[in-house]
């Protein structure tokens, strides 16, 4: 409670007894429990860190505004194997917007799926953004003059490969979630999100009934006409003193800013989330849309020609696994090719499952990668892993208990999301 803002009633009884009561709740859900993405392949763990204030007077003054700031340090890095961590020690981050049929979001390098705020994936340098005003998703001016304005409606930290500390982060397309090893913030979907994905191959599920776009609105309490800026700032820096002074490296004469870059060669820090929510009626709450981070996943998937597939799975409990390989052969040189999935055949177990502790499959097939003699489209590797813990109802909802991603290959790599 914040008491006594117009004076002391009890020492000056003419005085109005004013105040106002702040609340912070943080909640964390059960993994699987609700829907963060719209295909129901995503077996998140949610959190929401909630804040919610009241304002109370007799016979004081109307409440103008009332701001709260959360600063949210996250690390999504891999935990340790053999005493090494499986990641860069250093998040790198994304601001983003989703497809939206009346507006475009704005220039990205190279083309995306999504609006790259800032026109970098990864973002390069720290960022402010004014999210929302009045209540409504709002623009604002996208880095240079020269890429105009923007909204931006989610943000994603990145566990970094070891191996390309700047590798851009795993980004979605219209069947299929972004970043799997990411934690991620939604305060907005795109309205444009069909109820059944188009799906040429069938490989993966319906759209989730259980998803909830808000019809492209953000996801704020009712009648609500709050503002929130949001920003990304390394750990430490200046400009994350106090939400007083956040935002004022963020003038038109600000030249050059800080970098968030993992392989910064200044030393880098880590990124931090700065979410600040500001009030204008007598009571509200802010970041009720939460956040969410994925258990289980594919963590690396690599081909070795002629036939060796390996894949490191990231998870705490026992679990199961079914990989699918195609390859996908040319048959006609047209354009579009036509193209004719081959499924190829293990000689190792392609399916059972993984114990905790154990995070590396190494599979065999009998039919060769990628040979010199085949024209070939590519090779998709079908990743199925089920937790049997999750295969419950929680509170009469349904649990999602299954992950699944298919990675493309045109050449013998690795895939790290």
């Not at 990641?87 to 704005?106: E, G, R, S, V």
């Not at 500001?278 to 009720?288: A, Y």
Request: glycine share 6%.
């Amino acid at each position: 409670m914040i008491d006594r803002l117009d004076g002391d009633p009890d020492q000056t009884p003419d005085v109005p007894d004013s105040c106002v009561v702040l609340t912070q709740r943080y909640e964390f859900y059960k993994e699987g429990l609700r829907s963060l993405e719209p295909f129901g392949l995503f077996p998140s763990a949610q959190f929401r860190p909630l804040v919610s204030y009241s304002y109370f007077t007799d016979s004081g003054p109307t409440l103008k505004s009332l701001s709260t700031a959360q600063r949210l340090a996250l690390n999504a890095n891999s935990v340790l194997k053999d005493n090494t961590l499986l990641k860069y020690p250093i998040n790198d981050t994304l601001l983003t917007c989703d497809p939206q049929l009346n507006f475009a979001c704005l220039p990205n390098n190279p083309p995306s799926f999504l609006g790259i705020v800032g026109g970098s994936n990864p973002l390069q340098t720290e960022f402010y953004a004014p999210i929302i005003r009045n209540g409504a998703m709002n623009k604002f001016q996208n880095g240079a003059a020269i890429f105009g304005s923007t909204i931006a409606d989610n943000a994603h930290f990145n566990a970094t490969p070891n191996g390309n500390k700047d590798a851009p982060i795993d980004e979605p397309h219209f069947t299929a979630f972004g970043c799997p090893v990411c934690v991620h913030f939604h305060w907005r979907w795109s309205s444009a999100i069909p109820s059944s994905p188009y799906n040429p191959v069938n490989l993966l599920a319906q759209f989730d009934p259980t998803f909830d776009s808000n019809k492209g609105q953000p996801k704020l309490p009712p009648g609500t006409n709050q503002d929130v800026d949001v920003a990304f700032l390394k750990s430490g820096d200046h400009s994350e003193e106090h939400p007083s002074n956040l935002f004022n490296l963020y003038q038109p004469q600000a030249a050059i800013l800080p970098s968030v870059l993992a392989a910064d060669p200044t030393g880098p820090k880590q990124p931090v989330f700065w979410y600040v929510g500001t009030g204008h009626q007598n009571s509200d709450q802010f970041f009720i849309h939460g956040g969410g981070f994925g258990t289980f996943y594919a963590n690396r998937v690599t081909v070795q020609n002629p036939s060796t597939l390996s894949i490191n799975v990231e998870h705490t409990r026992d679990i199961h696994y079914d990989i699918q390989v195609l390859r996908n052969d040319v048959l006609t040189a047209d354009i579009p090719p036509v193209i004719s999935p081959v499924p190829l055949t293990s000689t190792s177990p392609s399916s059972g499952i993984l114990p905790a502790g154990t995070d590396d499959l190494m599979l065999t097939f009998s039919d060769v990668f990628f040979h010199s003699q085949n024209v070939i489209a590519g090779i998709d590797v079908i990743v199925t892993l089920y937790d049997g813990t999750l295969d419950s109802t929680y509170l009469g909802n349904p649990t999602k208990p299954t992950w699944q991603r298919v990675f493309r290959f045109n050449v013998p790599s690795t895939v790290e999301p």
